[in-house]
């Protein structure tokens, strides 16, 4: 009897937390912002993982740790079984670079205006090595062609204005690719683009993930469209993950009661929508510098259970296959 | 026969808008002959893409005109009065903020960060409506109540306050004057979706309680529908459909409305959204014919003129498949 191996994560993260120091008067040490507050997942090779939350959740301190931009607090984050080292040299830095390509968030910030397309897209080959100009075009030229702006020397001598949206969108995401990444990291990739072009986009995403086998962290707070462009979610709250499962599981049986506000908030089209109020949970997301005690979602929750909630942190309960949720109602009731 | 209920007379009527910006390299129009008509209480929601002109429209409506404004016509009936004659000092004092307010897009990021939010939203009661300063901060105090904000944010400054507190300030502002007409643009794009259905509710509950109208401009259909009594879908500066917010949420008309409805991504369904290929025309150089014509799947030959405005069953549709002579 043999058994398939057990696959090693891409990308993992152990206990991971990432605070940020509150000074006054620049050396009063008066506290921290816990933006990412123990974090602990696995992303397999060739898998889509959506992390959703709310502004403030710490998603996006998330993704800046995992790219290395921000030193974990305590914690570790491992890129194919190597835990990254807390200080990079350059050269530790650039293969880390060539390993994790990054989608931004607003491709009108993350262009460079005074450089054309071809001095944006070169950049990254030309500090990675690629000396020889011919082979440069060549994959700068595959990768325009993969993101669908063709064909791709109408492009390369224009300036970021001179494209819409979308197109530049299209453009950080060839840049991300161009190094041949085993994980892209998309932060809110498509928040700042029309609807219509919206789901091209993501459409352009989950194809290219899939063709090239990538492992695809997509940091997003959009429910509504992780279904087609996601396999796993993750959904955060106050800096922790509080609901994980495949993404099917997670929208019609969401265990969390965040989760579940989350869900219930969200409205499809439906010209009913307007004859009735949304159920809303009180309140607003905690303070990341003095989160509530015990369950950080307590003081908003429907189901608060005093004496347990307030008291006691949850930890992440299997609920079912592959789905596990952080919330008391799911412990285990203690043997006698 | 039939009896013909006495129609309300419209609230707003507005008939052939236009509103070009002269740029460099051309005039832009921005809004090209708009109609549409909004009765008391109704929610009309204008739905399209960036650069659609529905921004614009709004100008046009409370008359934020910047410098570069090239052409600026048409007719705007508000409660039976004709505003487009009135001078710039007469629709100040008369109608900007008396009887017509707006939540401008990103607004809440536009607060006076050193000024307690009481008084910023007394202004509009202390500079256009002359009232002394007590009692115009009873009544933001009455405001504060009305959107959902506890009396000690009164004092606060901006900065003390969460995304979705601070758009219940900047509504509150539109709303202390108590006008029969707000126009909101894009007012829950920018928060989060506990925060974004928190607003909606507000803005439900005050049409409920109160005789208000709401123009409300956004490109998110999901969210447009917790309010709409009627959708107007702008494409390059025209409306293209206007229809019953039933009709157009469930059953659109327009090729383009149906490409739109069908990209809206939903939690609830599993087939994939799909997407509108191409991209809108530019403001500067329009097509003769039919602005959608290059995107569209449905056209034909006479898309290449441009297509009148035809009325099917309480709907107005710009487009030729509704011609009373039929489409091929």
Request: charged share 20%; proline share 9%; hydrophobic share 40%.
């Amino acid at each position: 009897m043999t058994q398939s191996p057990p696959r090693t994560p891409l990308l993992e993260a152990e206990d991971l937390h990432t605070w940020f120091e509150l000074r006054r008067f620049g050396f009063v040490r008066i506290g921290h912002v816990r933006a990412v507050d123990g974090v602990d997942f696995a992303l397999y090779p060739g898998e889509s993982a959506a992390f959703v939350g709310e502004s403030g959740c710490g998603k996006s301190t998330l993704a800046r740790t995992l790219l290395g931009l921000h030193p974990p607090t305590r914690g570790q984050v491992r890129i194919e079984g190597h835990p990254l080292p807390p200080r990079m040299g350059r050269k530790a830095r650039l293969e880390h670079c060539a390993r994790i390509g990054f989608v931004q968030q607003d491709p009108y910030g993350a262009l460079p205006p005074f450089m054309s397309i071809r001095q944006i897209l070169s950049e990254p080959l030309r500090i990675h090595g690629t000396t020889s100009r011919n082979e440069r075009f060549a994959r700068i030229d595959k990768a325009l062609t993969e993101v669908n702006l063709r064909p791709a020397a109408d492009f390369l001598p224009k300036f970021p204005h001179m494209l819409s949206g979308g197109q530049q969108q299209r453009v950080v995401i060839a840049r991300a690719l161009l190094l041949a990444p085993a994980l892209l990291i998309a932060d809110e990739p498509v928040s700042m683009l029309d609807a219509s072009v919206r789901v091209e986009v993501l459409r352009l995403l989950r194809s290219v993930q899939r063709e090239r086998q990538l492992s695809l962290a997509f940091i997003t707070h959009d429910l509504s469209t992780v279904r087609h462009f996601a396999d796993r979610i993750f959904v955060m709250y106050a800096g922790k993950i509080v609901e994980s499962a495949p993404v099917d599981a997670l929208l019609d049986t969401p265990h969390h009661p965040y989760t579940r506000a989350l869900i219930d908030a969200i409205a499809d089209v439906d010209a009913d929508n307007a004859l009735s109020e949304r159920a809303i949970p009180a309140g607003e997301p905690p303070s990341l510098v003095h989160p509530p005690t015990g369950c950080r979602f307590h003081p908003r929750c429907p189901e608060f259970m005093a004496g347990i909630c307030d008291v006691q942190v949850p930890t992440m309960q299997p609920v079912a296959h592959q789905h596990a949720a952080a919330c008391h109602l799911y412990d285990k009731p203690k043997e006698p | 026969m039939s009896i013909v209920p006495a129609a309300t007379p419209p609230l707003l009527q507005v008939s052939d808008l236009s509103l070009h910006y002269q740029t460099r390299q051309g005039e832009a129009r921005a809004v090209d002959g708009v109609s549409f008509a909004l009765q008391p209480n109704e929610a009309m929601v204008v739905l399209g893409e960036s650069g659609c002109g529905k921004s614009s429209l709004a100008r046009a409506l409370l008359r934020l005109l910047p410098r570069n404004v090239a052409h600026y016509s048409g007719a705007v009936h508000f409660e039976g009065r004709d505003l487009m004659p009135l001078g710039e000092e007469d629709f100040r004092a008369t109608v900007r903020w008396q009887r017509m307010s707006m939540v401008m897009q990103a607004a809440m990021n536009a607060l006076n960060p050193v000024v307690r939010v009481r008084e910023q939203v007394a202004e509009p009661l202390r500079i256009h409506s002359k009232w002394s300063r007590e009692k115009a901060l009873a009544r933001v105090g009455e405001t504060f109540g009305l959107v959902g904000l506890a009396p000690d944010v009164l004092d606060r400054y901006p900065f003390e306050l969460s995304g979705g507190m601070r758009q219940r300030v900047v509504l509150a502002m539109a709303l202390v004057t108590a006008p029969p007409l707000v126009i909101l643009d894009e007012p829950t794009s920018a928060l989060d979706v506990l925060t974004q259905a928190a607003i909606m509710n507000v803005l439900k509950r005050i049409k409920r309680e109160q005789d208000i109208s709401f123009i409300l401009i956004t490109h998110d259909v999901a969210t447009s529908s917790e309010i709409a009594d009627r959708v107007a879908l702008m494409y390059a500066g025209q409306i293209v459909e206007c229809s019953p917010a039933r009709d157009f949420f469930h059953a659109p008309r327009h090729p383009y409305a149906q490409l739109l409805m069908a990209s809206v991504p939903r939690l609830r369904q599993p087939e994939a959204p799909g997407a509108i290929p191409g991209t809108p025309p530019s403001l500067l150089a329009l097509p003769a014919g039919c602005r959608f014509a290059d995107r569209c799947p449905q056209r034909f030959a006479r898309c290449d003129q441009p297509p009148p405005t035809f009325h099917v069953d309480g709907s107005t549709v710009r487009c030729w498949r509704f011609a009373p002579e039929g489409a091929p």
